[in-house]
């Protein structure tokens, strides 16, 4: 959810480019694990591919761990807070 929000919130401002050229820095300098470059770039193309924004997209997520039976302690408060309760 956490990484929904960033991205959501710093597409706008470094573009997709801008972004994914981060990611790749920091996978290059071995801050960030490999696969991330991959995630990134999938989670870029939900919100650029969808009229929904990033905070209502990681609601939407928890709610579908939830269904699977997935609980997060920290994704539940998470959501308390961009739900507004």
Known sequence: ??????????????????????????????????????????????????RVPPKRLAITIYELARSMGVYDKEAEFLSAALSGV
């Open 1 to 50: 959810m956490r990484l929904i929000i960033f991205v959501g919130d710093n597409l706008p401002k470094l573009g997709r480019e801008g972004l994914l050229g981060l990611v790749e820095l920091g996978v290059a300098s071995g801050v960030l694990p490999k696969d991330s470059m991959h995630l990134i770039a999938k989670i870029v193309s939900l919100i650029e591919g969808s």
